[in-house]
């Protein structure tokens, strides 16, 4: 649908980008972030939004971010930019996403498929709002090595939003899958693509706030668990996940920069979970960890 928009730009020290982010994405559909290749100190992030922002809303998640990032709010636009094809853009801003043996395009992709894929189709208009597909590539990679050496038998994805991972694991490990998002409209769309995909017989989407959704307690012990989300909610939920681990388990985390790595395995060490890999896709950091 062609409407007005409304777009948000503030530019901030990189190690300052995970807390603005997260800010924007309280008053945004959808956000990306923007290297400054001249001064690479700085970053800029645009938050897009169908319908002028609520200001004050704003004002206080920056408050917020800057508080954790211990600077100033630095200076920010709020301007409306016209008609928009969200949609269109939608598709100019996210083509296709190759990771190992998987390749995820969207309905409207018409190009080659490479010979041997493991194929995730999703919802253009919805799939990948946040703009963090590069956490995802880091994610599928991730998942690609781990088929090649073992076999899981009770993968859970927490935080699925659209359920291309969920469904990645689907595809390399003939077992039902469990996924989960505390968002209803992410889960509305999971089940969408997971329908399109054709794995509705091995990939099942509960909406509920991590680990304490009973249909994740009642589906414990996890031999993988992947959990892409930000820093701050995965410290929060390390010993919840450590509980939901079985001894010989194994966990995919991603959704942070190279500044979070350190607090997020020392989250996740304190309960006895050390690091075996670690992917660098872009700025964005994927981990691999095992008991």
């Known amino acids: 649908m062609v409407d007005g928009g409304w777009r948000i730009i503030i530019r901030v ?11 924007l994405f309280e008053v945004c559909p959808a956000v990306s972030v923007f290297e400054d290749r001249q001064h690479p100190e700085f970053w800029t992030i645009a938050g897009d939004c ?32 016209g008609e928009r094809d969200w949609l269109r853009e939608n598709l100019r801003a996210f083509p296709p996403i190759r990771a190992g043996r998987f390749f995820i395009h969207g309905a409207h992709y018409e190009g080659p498929i490479p010979v041997g894929s493991k194929i ?23 998942l690609d090595a781990l088929a090649k050496a073992r076999r899981f038998y009770r993968p859970i994805d927490v935080g699925t939003g659209t359920g291309i991972l969920a469904m990645g694991a689907a595809h390399v490990w003939p077992v039902a899958v469990q996924a989960t998002d505390i968002d209803p409209e992410a889960v509305r769309v999971a089940r969408g693509n997971i329908r399109r995909n054709g794995l509705g017989g091995k990939v ?13 307690r009642r589906g414990r012990p996890y031999d993988l668990i992947i959990a892409n989300i930000l820093a701050r909610p995965l410290c929060s939920m390390a010993r919840d996940l450590a509980a939901h681990l079985s001894p010989d388990g194994v966990v995919v985390l991603s959704g942070f920069y190279e500044v979070d790595v ?13 690091l075996v890999r670690r992917i660098a896709v872009g700025p964005w950091r994927t981990l691999v960890l095992g008991r």
Not at 121 to 142: I, K, M
């Open 262 to 274: 350190h607090r997020v395995l020392a989250a996740h060490r304190r309960v006895g979970l050390h």
């Open 204 to 216: 099942r989407v509960t909406c509920g706030a991590g680990y304490s959704s009973p249909e994740v």
């Open 50 to 81: 169908p319908t002028q922002p609520d200001i004050p809303s704003l004002q206080s998640a920056l408050a917020l971010a800057a508080a954790v990032a211990g600077i100033a709010v630095p200076p920010y636009t709020v301007d409306p930019t």
């Open 13 to 23: 020290p990189a190690l300052a980008v995970p807390p603005f982010e997260a800010a």
């Open 120 to 142: 995730i189709q999703v919802d253009a208009a919805t799939a990948f709002g946040s703009g963090e597909h590069e956490t995802t590539r880091g994610c599928l990679l991730a």
